[in-house]
Structures are given as C-alpha cells and as structure tokens.
C-alpha cells in the first residue's frame, strides 16, 4: 500500500491542480453530478492501458537490449540524437504522440547504462518531436481527430492542409537538433553487463499492445484494460506496484479543473464574442488558450464556436509548444524522465520553439490565403 500511495503524496504538480479546482470550484456554478462527465474517461483508460503495457516491456528487459545496440549502431550524439527525434516524428503520425512516446522514453532513459549521453535533453526532443510530428495526420493526436471529425475534409485532405506546416516544422526542429546537440563521439561505459532479458514477459506485452490497440478502435477500451491489467495481475504482479498511477489522478484533475474553468461566467461571455474575432486575433486566442488549458480542451472549447478550418488546426497544434500545459504529451515525456531539473530545462527549448512556430505559421497561412 505504501508503494501505490507514496506517488501520489510526492506529486507537486497533483497537489496544484487539486488546489486549483477547489479554488475554481468556489467561483463556478456546478453540482457534483456534474463532474464525473467532465472527465475524457476513453483517454484515462487509454493511458491505463499504455502505463502498463511500457512498463510491462520495461520491467522484461528488453529496452536495454536496444538501448545497448543504439549506442554501439551510432557514433556521435548527433546522430543518435537525429534518429531519436525523426523516430518519435513519425511514430506519432500514425500511432498518435502519447504511444510515441511510451515505446520512445522508456527506450531513451536506458541510454544511460551504456553511456554519458545528456538523456534529460533527448527526452525533451522527443516531446517537441511528436508535437511536430503528430500534426500531419488526423490520428496524430486528439485534437486532430477532434478536427477532423467536425471539418468537411477526407483524411488525404487533411493531411493536404497540415503538410506545409508539418513539413516546416519538423525541418526546423531536426536543424535545432543538430545545433543541440555535439559532433563528439559518444563515450560507452566501460562498465555496462550483459543483460537479462524476459522473453515470456515481452512477448505476453507485445500481444497485449496488438489487442490493446485492436480493442481502442473498436471502442472497448474498458475491456482492453481489464485483459491487460488480468495478464499482468496474473504474470508481473510486482509490474503493477511500479507504475505511476498518480498520472491518471493528474489527467483526471486536469479535466475537472477546465470544466470548472469553462463554467466560469466571464469566460463563458467571452466565448461568445470568438467570432467576431479578425483571423490573426482567433489565430492568438487559439495558441494562447492552449498554452492555458492545453490544446485538446482548447479545441473543444473553440469547435463550440468557430469552423474546423486550417487555421484553427494550425493555431491549436502550434499551441503543443511552449509552456508545460500546452499538450498533454509534454506532462507524459517529463514525469516518464524522472528528472527534476527537465522541467525547467524543457522550457528553454519549447519557448523559442512556440515563438517560431508562431510566425512560420502566420507567414504560411498568409502565403496560402495570397494563392
């Protein structure tokens, strides 16, 4: 019992989220009933079902396998920093950005059993690489999906309308990659046993990850979940004692702390003054929003009022950079870190990142609307 709770009793960010909605709660009109629909429980069963299943390929042994032969395929920490990024970019078009980075962290933070690399920096590229990357298509992220099925496009056509800034994106960020990181050959540990691996334990996870994934699309994630959490009760009871749970109570206190927010009377008139906005105002409004309440909600909040158009698209995955909340995928690849001083750091780049992103965005869309 002390290894389920000391999580959520050492977790800051929680604990502010919990003293947010009891402020918000204060201030907003709502009755309890109300607030168990507020949470998005297909995405608190999803992640569920992905903490278990990284953590089950984790706990096999098998990342450091792969972590071992990485560092011996590559010879310098651009290279290897490269293929990293490129790798959670396109991971994320089409196994969406938060699986990307399930099957990516864990991979990465085994990296330095075998080396010196500066592994917090590599987990902070692969958090803005899969903000870029999952852009590109409809099933990249939620709210793509959420765009998507409120536009009039096809999914070719969706892809037709993100490619230009997709593109720019990823461009830009595998050139800041380069910049990132040194030339300098990486230095192996001396120091690094062979290790032992589970193939039973893999194996079981790997055919878990098929079905788990077959069971989303159909819309059972329910029984999804409870099958993987049956195998592993069964074969890695110990597996289930090593997650962190208390992300699920973050994801959970995240979405009741937006609706609070959205039930706030002041808010709730601005809204309805959106469509009078000129474009570069709903363009601003969409990114800071997100930067706010991150950028699923804000898509929600703004499909109430404005069209699924491309700007829309373009302004709410912009918004994926910049500050921590702007996508729930930053949270996902900075906890999985473990590594306090990530946090800060992770700022230094994505900042710089939104600021640009903002103006490449801008200039596209005006070059678009020109032809």
Known sequence: MATLLRPFLHDRFLHLLILLGLLLACFAPFSLRQLPAAVDWSTILTLGGLLMLT?????????????????????????????????????????????????????????????SLPIARLVIFEALAVNAGSLLTPIGNPQNILLWQHGHVGFAGFIGQMLPLGGA???????????????????RSSHSPETQWQRSLLIASVVLYLLFIIALEMGYAGWGVLLVFGVFLLMARRTLLAIDW???????????????LTRLPALQHLLQQIPQLPEGGKYLLAIGLSQIISNVPATILLLANLPASTLLAW????????????????????????????????HFYSLPMLLWAMALGWVLLLGIDAL
Request: hydrophobic fraction near 60%.
């Open 315 to 346: 302004a709410v995955n912009i918004g994926g950079f910049g500050l921590l909340p702007g996508s729930l995928a930053n949270l996902i690849a900075l906890r999985m870190a473990k590594d306090r001083s990530v946090w800060l750091r992770f």
């Open 55 to 115: 953590k089950g390929i984790e706990a096999s042994g098998y990342f450091d396998v792969l972590g071992r032969r990485l560092v011996q395929r590559f010879q310098s920490e651009r290279s290897l920093a490269l293929f990293l990024t490129a790798a959670a970019a396109l991971l994320s078009t089409f196994l969406t950005n938060d699986v990307a980075l399930f099957i990516l962290v864990p991979l990465t933070l085994t990296l330095r059993r075998y080396s």
């Open 246 to 260: 208390s992300l699920l109570a973050v994801f959970i206190a995240m979405f009741v702390d937006v609706f609070l």
């Open 169 to 187: 994106l990823l461009a830009s960020l595998l050139l800041l990659t380069a910049v990132s990181f040194s030339a300098k050959r990486i230095e």
